[in-house]
T-cell receptor
């Protein structure tokens, strides 16, 4: 059964304090790993897609990496506006059309 | 245009009411999705339309009835809902049909409250 586990559940950082969020997955035939950002009461905002181990994507202070078992979302010198819930999801070959989501990591960045 | 729009933003309804949620995308995407999200939980898939045909129904109660009038529009008809159906309802779309995978783009959601 395809599964996604995110850690930590919650993370509190000081502004400028870099850290990483983890997404561990088990999936038969990875067809894509996705990172989303979600602000309270709003829809998830697409950030990155990763397809194969070794792949990396960057956007401003965020960098996503992928291995065969996990993905990391690295946040460099975060700002208060980076506070949000970050969701990881996978699309496997056995669940065509269905994203399997992790429970999310809620990040709070204090000024 | 890289947006998925949803109306209304908020909806309050009684258990005997009939209402509809609407979703629209103009990105030429061929798959559209309905999700339900409860507080502090990830989105939970309800329905998937691929090339305007219902391809996935995640055993959703019949009081929720999806409709895809054309490739840009997706509706969710609501009837005789229960208070536990109160949630954020999200629409999403993706470029390829469901067999193609790819990232899904979400709308802002409709906050539904059932009294």
């Amino acid at each position: 059964e395809d599964q996604v586990t995110q850690s930590p559940e919650a993370l509190r950082l000081q502004e400028g304090e870099s850290s990483s969020l983890n997404c561990s997955y088990t999936v038969s035939g990875l067809r894509g790993l996705f990172w989303y950002r979600q602000d309270p009461g709003k829809g998830p905002e697409f950030l990155f897609t990763l397809y194969s181990a070794g792949e990396e994507k960057e956007k401003e202070r965020l960098k996503a990496t992928l291995t065969k078992k996990e993905s990391f979302l690295h946040i460099t010198a975060p700002k208060p506006e980076d506070s949000a819930t970050y969701l990881c999801a996978v699309h496997g070959s056995s669940n065509t059309g269905k994203l399997i989501f992790g429970q999310g990591t809620t990040l709070q960045v204090k000024p | 245009d890289t947006e998925v729009t949803q109306t209304p933003k908020h909806l309050v309804m009684g258990m005997t009411n009939k209402k509809s949620l609407k979703c629209e995308q103009h990105m030429g995407h061929r798959a559209m999705y309905w999700y339900k999200q409860k507080a502090k939980k990830p989105p939970e898939l309800m329905f998937v339309y691929s090339y305007e045909k219902l391809s996935i129904n995640e055993s959703v109660p019949s009081r929720f009835s999806p409709e895809c009038p054309n490739s840009s529009l997706l509706n969710l008809h609501l009837h005789a809902l229960q208070p536990e159906d109160s949630a954020l309802y999200l629409c999403a779309s993706s470029h390829a049909g469901t067999s193609g995978g790819g990232e899904q783009f979400f709308g802002p959601g409709t906050r539904l409250t059932v009294l």
